[in-house]
Nanobody, 123 residues
Framework: QVQLVESGGGLVQPGGSLRLSCAAS????????TDWYRQAPGKQRELVAS???????NYADSVKDRFTASRDYNKNTLYLQMNSLKPEDTAVYYC?????????????????WGQGTQVTVSS
């Protein structure tokens, strides 16, 4: 099985920075696409950033030039560096990973979500 552990959220003042981490552990054979989502109160979950299996990145317009998503392939860890934070960035942030895991006799691809980490931007 696979477990994801998110960390790095918290309270920060406008203009500040935070770095989120999402560490995957378990019988991992490979990791495909990875994403960061966020959900603010009363709003739908939205895609913030994506990293493809070959490392290409895409960002929502609202975070472009402020957020940077990255992956450490050796540590099976996903990161989201968030700079110049704004109050409207306040949300619960979730990581998503498409993971190929080893089973008893074979392997299969499954979708995994982090538990979510709260980011609050307020003065």
């Amino acid at each position: 099985q696979v477990q994801l552990v998110e960390s790095g959220g918290g309270l920060v003042q406008p203009g500040g920075s935070l770095r989120l981490s999402c560490a995957a552990s378990g019988t991992i054979v490979d990791i495909g696409a990875t994403d960061w989502y966020r959900q603010a109160p009363g709003k739908q979950r939205e895609l913030v950033a994506s990293i493809t299996s070959i490392g290409s990145t895409n960002y929502a317009d609202s975070v472009k030039d402020r957020f940077t998503a990255s992956r450490d392939y050796n540590k099976n860890t996903l990161y989201l560096q968030m700079n110049s934070l704004k109050p409207e960035d306040t949300a619960v942030y979730y990581c998503y990973l498409r993971i190929k895991l080893m089973t008893n006799r074979n392997s299969r691809w499954d979708d995994y979500w982090g538990q979510g980490t709260q980011v609050t931007v307020s003065s």
